[in-house]
Antibody, heavy 122, light 106 residues
Framework: QVQLVQSGSELKKPGASVKVSCKASGYTFTNYAMNWVRQAPGQGLEWMGWINTNTGNPTYAQGFTGRFVFSLDTSVSTTYLQISSLKAEDTAVYYC???????????????WGQGTPVTVSS | DIQMTQSPSSLSASVGDRVTITCRASQTISTYLNWYQQKPGKAPKLLIY???SLQSGVPSRFSGSGSGTDFTLIISSLQPEDFATYYC????????FGGGTKVEIK
């Protein structure tokens, strides 16, 4: 069965970096892109971007360029989200979600990780 | 970027009620529209994709309609497990979510 398992919660100080992992199983990893989605406390969902797991090419949404980096290690079917120069406003739950397409048409995230809470506080 | 506007932002309803949630895109998106359900502390769940297609395993009381800029999610008979927050998402150009609609118990 398809599973996305994310790394555990993180507590970081402002200015530090964090790397969140998302390990996929139950399907061919390189056949599906991976989305990253942020949800600040009590707020809605924000699409951060995605990474093509076949080519490693990332696409970042507006507002998620510069300090945010998507990467992957196909040998362990894992994608990563790294955030540098952390700010208090980066405090959120970060989700990975497998991206499906049907006949070349973008569909969306059909399987999601459990979420990784990241807290930035001094 | 394409902006997605949901209404209402919250609603109160009773078990058995018919519930309608709307989503409007800032420009035409054909039928590139998804609906997700999210319960507190849980990851979102895909309910409807391509505006009208029911994701596998989702109960048939959920349905979606619309094309272009205006879309609707209908829950035909609200069940206790349906109290949650619902989000629309366009996948026509990059991806963006609507602000969410919280469905609460009346």
């Amino acid at each position: 069965q398809v599973q996305l398992v994310q790394s555990g919660s993180e507590l970081k100080k402002p200015g530090a970096s964090v790397k969140v992992s998302c390990k996929a199983s139950g399907y061919t990893f390189t056949n599906y892109a991976m989305n990253w989605v942020r949800q600040a406390p009590g707020q809605g969902l924000e699409w951060m971007g995605w990474i093509n797991t076949n080519t490693g090419n990332p696409t970042y949404a507006q507002g998620f360029t510069g300090r945010f980096v998507f990467s992957l290690d196909t040998s362990v079917s894992t994608t990563y989200l790294q955030i540098s120069s952390l700010k208090a406003e980066d405090t959120a739950v970060y989700y990975c979600a497998r991206h499906i397409t049907v006949a070349g048409r973008n569909i969306g995230g059909d399987y999601w990780g459990q979420g990784t809470p990241v807290t930035v506080s001094s | 970027d394409i902006q997605m506007t949901q209404s209402p932002s919250s609603l109160s309803a009773s078990v058995g009620d018919r519930v309608t949630i709307t989503c409007r895109a800032s420009q035409t998106i054909s039928t590139y529209l998804n609906w997700y359900q999210q319960k507190p502390g849980k990851a979102p769940k895909l309910l409807i994709y391509s505006a009208t297609s029911l994701q596998s395993g989702v109960p048939s009381r959920f349905s979606g309609s619309g094309s272009g800029t205006d879309f609707t999610l209908i829950i035909s008979s609200l069940q206790p497990e349906d109290f949650a927050t619902y989000y629309c998402q366009q996948t026509y150009s990059i991806l963006t979510f609507g602000g969410g609609t919280k469905v609460e118990i009346k």
